[in-house]
């Protein structure tokens, strides 16, 4: 038991010294990517523990529980035909109009509820963060696995509603696996970009709303996407058709529909697409892993 | 080499902290469109205050040493704490530590929706261990917290507990693990006598697998009976630090007055 402990605080070294000689490091110090990309993967364990608890605390208070999974898209995608495709009918020629609609509101919904939750990873589980040491990209990790179980979910029923409505099933269907992985990616990379915004502007929070409606007017999520091409021209178009969730969603309605006008050829598409996966994806994780270590401070 | 038992933990380098705080908004000052211009024009929201707290500190702690903070309220001790762990940045100066220090705050909470026993393995989980470590120490955990002595409170959600029950469960979690240093800010304050006996006691196992315990405490018994070495802080300067017993007497005349 060392008793003279105090004593020994005027040695010849300097402070910075001695840390050094005993391999102490500045609190705050950050990993390499690679090294921090490790931590990461030897906490998939709490990543996955947290997002099942999220997902039964959020549920776990309802009477119907998971059934509110299946439920709540079918109920968007319900009030949105009624609007759009019943009283305002923008559905002029597309053929099956419904399950067009369905598609977009799906898609949407899933990236929209990213950015919600992704926005909320970091300030919602402040004590969590300063209680505990973990590598905090499993915060917004976490909320970007709640969010694709959750898509996985509606994928199924919107599958459903896709045979109900007459579509057949063909081999183009499997293209529904490499465009959940890429937009998954996307998503994730969008959560972890949210989730270090949202911790230092807590403003923003205010502001999403308004930035989702717009985006999704800009998605052609409502009404068929040759309206774009009929009313802009120009950068607006372009500008448009390099939005990424329109690509997704034209991809998806590719994927599922027969006779579908895209907004581009499907190989554009998905070259659009790889690339907004690959950027998004991986700028939004850098950006988080910069500040690593200022996450719970203030 | 004479000095080869002593081992720093936390080194302290006239460390200054000054943090922001956010008083409560002024009307208006919530709205979408407030917070827009905000944004656009990149200014600062003027209810920011600048708090100086922490004013050029300096000490060296060693391995198996459980050190008190003491001092009045406001003094800067839950700050220094708080820098300690990395949780604030240091603006003057530096704080080097060994390994990661972790904070054990009453304030600290886990998930209050879910009950007891889930935020164990979560907690668990998010020290790193591994599921297997996790189910093995589970019991072992909710049995040392003694939440169960009443009942089965550790199926209930955590919002149930009252701030005693929920600061033992903090408590326990975060000492089933060997930490290179554990800070404690007043978590062992909320516990009943039985159950402070039982926390000063894992404190000094901690200390004796080599760790280095910081504890901060207004309950000069706990100081007593767990620290041997005591820094005194007071409005962000180090009043004294040295053996427990010597820094008190000094601290209690001085509170007398």
Not at chain 1, 39 to 57: D, E, G, N
Request: glycine residues 8%; hydrophobic residues 45%.
């Amino acid at each position: 038991m060392p008793e003279t402990a105090v004593a020994e605080t005027g040695t010849e070294l300097s402070p910075k010294e001695l840390a050094r000689r005993h391999g102490l490091t500045a609190s705050g110090r950050l990993p390499s990517l690679p090294e921090y990309t490790r931590q990461l993967l030897s906490y998939r364990h709490f990543i996955q523990s947290h997002a099942s608890a999220k997902m039964s605390s959020s549920l776990g208070s309802t009477k119907l529980g998971t059934v509110w999974q299946v439920l709540t898209p079918i109920i968007n995608a319900a009030v949105y035909y009624l609007i759009f495709g019943v009283i305002i009918g923008t559905s002029k020629g597309i053929d099956n109009f419904p399950a067009y609609l369905c598609i977009g509101v799906f898609v949407f919904q899933f990236t929209q509820s990213i950015v919600q939750t992704g926005i909320n990873a970091i300030t919602g589980n402040l004590g969590l963060i300063r209680a505990l040491h973990f590598p905090r990209a499993s915060l917004p990790l976490s909320a970007a696995l709640v969010e694709i179980r959750n898509f996985m979910v509606a994928l199924l029923v919107l599958m459903g509603i896709v045979l109900i409505t007459g579509e057949p099933i063909t081999v183009e269907w499997l293209l529904l696996l490499p465009l959940l992985a890429l937009q998954s990616l996307f998503n994730t990379g969008l959560a972890m970009f949210m989730a270090r915004y949202g911790s230092k502007n807590r403003d923003i929070k205010q502001l999403i709303p308004f930035i989702m409606r717009f985006w999704m007017y800009g998605s052609a999520v409502l009404y068929p996407v040759t309206l774009f091409t009929e009313k802009l021209d120009g950068w607006q178009l372009a500008l448009v058709e390099a939005n990424p969730m329109l690509i997704f969603i034209e991809l998806f309605r590719h994927a599922l529909l027969e006779n579908v006008t895209l907004a581009g050829t499907p190989t554009m598409l998905w070259i659009q697409a790889l690339a907004w996966s690959a950027v998004v994806g991986i700028g939004g994780y850098v950006y988080f892993w910069r500040g690593e270590k200022g996450y719970g401070r203030g | 080499m004479a000095d080869n038992e002593l081992v720093p933990t936390v080194i302290a380098d006239n460390a200054h902290i000054i943090y922001k705080v956010h008083s409560s908004a002024s009307p208006g000052s919530g709205s979408p469109l407030a917070s827009f211009k905000r944004l656009v024009t990149n200014t600062k929201a003027a209810n920011v205050k600048e708090v100086h707290a922490v004013k050029g500190v300096s000490f060296t702690a060693y391995k198996g040493e459980a050190i008190g903070l003491i001092g009045s309220n406001g003094s800067g001790k839950s700050t220094l704490l708080r820098a300690v762990a990395g949780l604030l940045p240091v603006s003057k100066g530096a704080i080097y530590a060994a390994g990661q220090p972790s904070l054990l705050g009453v304030n600290a909470a886990l998930m209050n929706e879910l009950p007891g026993e889930r935020n164990v393995e979560l907690g668990c989980l998010a020290m790193g261990m591994s599921p297997a470590e996790v189910k093995a120490k589970k019991d072992e955990i909710i049995e040392f917290s003694g939440i169960n002595e009443r009942g089965d409170f550790s199926s209930y959600p955590m919002r149930t507990y009252s701030s005693g029950m929920a600061a033992r469960l903090k408590f326990s979690i975060a000492a089933a693990k060997k930490h290179d240093v554990l800070l404690i800010d007043e978590a062992l304050a909320t516990g009943d006598a039985k159950f402070r006996r039982r926390s000063e006691q894992r404190v000094r196992e901690l200390r004796a697998e080599a760790g280095t315990v910081f504890l901060v405490s207004h309950s000069e018994q706990s100081i007593r009976d767990t620290c041997d070495r005591c820094i005194w802080l007071e409005s962000g300067l180090i009043r004294a630090d040295g053996p427990t017993d010597e820094v008190m007497r000094e601290y209690e005349a001085y509170m007398r007055k």
